[in-house]
């Protein structure tokens, strides 16, 4: 069943980890958009040969305006968002027509939900926290050059839905060491992306680089 809902996937260089999380959409949704920032390896191909619409938009090294530009050329009222490393549970998806149809009935001024997700880093449980990631089209804007929240336009808010319809987070500690690199660099103002043998680790207070492999 297609659900009248836009999934979009911010990415770049996500080769290892985009195929699932589109495969893992494709059944659901009505069309799946990738805003691409800029990918050098087989992240375009691997979204095109599956079917997915493809926007490159260049990484400014803001993740809001990126997710803000997704949302203005989405073809659906309703966007889900989704980062390449994620995946939504089967009953997620078995409550998602309902949000976008009863759920504004009842609520009338809920433009949004915010999902239970479960991060899995090597197999290893590491965190449990809420994100936004059913939006309903101008209502509202993401802010946050990384880490991004979103804020509701005036009168609007969002539903924190029930943990039993969670998301999924997976990826490799060394993914995770690169991207906390890129993050350092954002809130540094440091316009450069890590190379793939770049991490970075919190010890003793303080960020530390480290020596990694971020294709593991």
């Given at each position: ?208 680089d480290r020596e990694i492999n971020r294709n593991?």
């Amino acid at each position: 069943m297609n659900i009248p809902i836009s999934a979009c996937i911010i990415a770049q260089n996500e080769e290892k980890y985009i195929e699932k999380a589109i495969k893992n959409l494709l059944p659901n949704v009505s069309e799946v958009l990738v805003i691409d920032g800029g990918s050098t390896d087989n992240t375009i191909p691997i979204c095109k040969n599956l079917g997915c619409r493809v926007n490159i938009h260049e990484f400014q090294f803001n993740f809001a305006a990126q997710r803000n530009y997704a949302m203005s050329i989405c073809s659906s009222e309703w966007i889900l968002f989704c980062d390449a490393d994620e995946w939504f549970s089967e009953s997620f998806y078995d409550i998602l027509p309902t949000l976008l149809t009863k759920g504004t009935v009842k609520y009338p001024n809920c433009r949004g939900y915010h999902v239970f997700r479960i991060s899995k880093f090597d197999g290893e449980n590491v965190g449990e926290d809420f994100q936004w990631r059913v939006l309903r089209k101008n209502s509202g804007v993401w802010n946050g050059r990384v880490h991004e929240g979103f804020t509701f336009n005036r009168d609007f808010y969002g539903l924190k839905l029930p943990k039993e319809r969670y998301m999924m987070h997976e990826h490799t500690m060394q993914k995770q060491l690169w991207s906390n690199k890129l993050y350092y660099n954002i809130n540094q103002n440091i316009k450069k992306r890590p190379a793939d043998n770049e991490g970075c680790d919190y010890q003793k207070d303080k960020w530390v680089d480290r020596e990694i492999n971020r294709n593991k």
